[in-house]
């Protein structure tokens, strides 16, 4: 049961645009999302992350959205740069018998073109 | 530099051949983690511990085991593996044992004939 949901599975966006990848989540428990970038043949590396408490978070060109009544988070990032092309992990935790496992979305390839 | 190790990278093996796959960190971090990727089912936690000799099961334990005998170190292990077992493998490891964000090795890509 996929409690992380990235619905897109790729992304286009042009150099110099706006990246917009979302996410959304089913577990009311959630309290703090974390976005991880990974591109091929290296581990996933983390991004940006927010707390519940919050409802954006700003790093430099990336930005970090969460609505919690809708159960859905968002990754900004602007301007787009070629760079940027990866894959974009959107998790979720709570604490739970398992600890703050980390679940995560099946990710969105964000392809950005010069 | 801080980082989390793996190995080996890349390994091709037969069914029921008992294997490892070492991890090792050196941020002296308490929570150490193994996950699975899979083509359109992302990452899944195998197994978890939150300090030396306190482990317990993530999502999809069966096939694995694990061990926490050193803060560092923290083996999978694949005591019989079978083709389903076929999969990216990742280890990952964070300060906090409840929050904190997780820091990956580089993977080990496993193929189980």
């Known amino acids: 049961d996929q409690q992380v949901k990235q619905n897109s599975p790729s992304l286009s966006v042009q150099e110099g645009r706006i990246s917009i990848l979302n996410c959304d989540y089913t577990?009311?428990?959630?309290?703090?999302f974390l976005w991880y970038k990974k591109y091929p043949a290296e581990g996933p590396t983390f991004l940006i992350s927010i707390s519940s408490i919050k409802d954006k978070n700003e790093d430099g060109r990336f930005t970090v959205f969460l609505n919690k009544s809708a159960k859905h988070l968002s990754l900004h990032i602007v301007p787009s740069q070629p760079g940027d092309s990866a894959v974009y992990f959107c998790a979720a935790s709570a604490e739970s018998n398992s600890g703050y496992a980390l679940n995560f979305g099946k990710g969105t390839s964000l392809l950005v073109t010069p | 530099e801080a980082q989390v190790t793996q190995n080996p990278r890349y390994l091709i093996t037969v069914t029921g051949k008992k294997l490892t796959v070492t991890c090792s960190q050196n941020m002296n971090h308490e929570y150490m983690s193994w996950y699975r990727q899979d083509p359109g089912l992302g990452l899944r936690q195998i197994y978890y511990s939150m300090n030396v000799e306190v482990t317990d099961k993530g999502d999809v334990p069966e096939g694995y085991k694990v061990s926490r005998k050193e803060k560092r170190n923290f083996p999978l292990i694949l005591e019989s593996p079978s083709p389903n077992q076929t999969s990216l493998y990742f280890c990952?490891?964070?300060?906090?044992?409840?929050?904190?964000?997780?820091?990956f090795g580089e993977g080990s890509r496993l193929t189980v004939l």
């Open positions: 577990n009311s428990m959630f309290d703090y």
């Open positions: 990952a490891s964070r300060t906090g044992v409840w929050t904190g964000e997780l820091f």
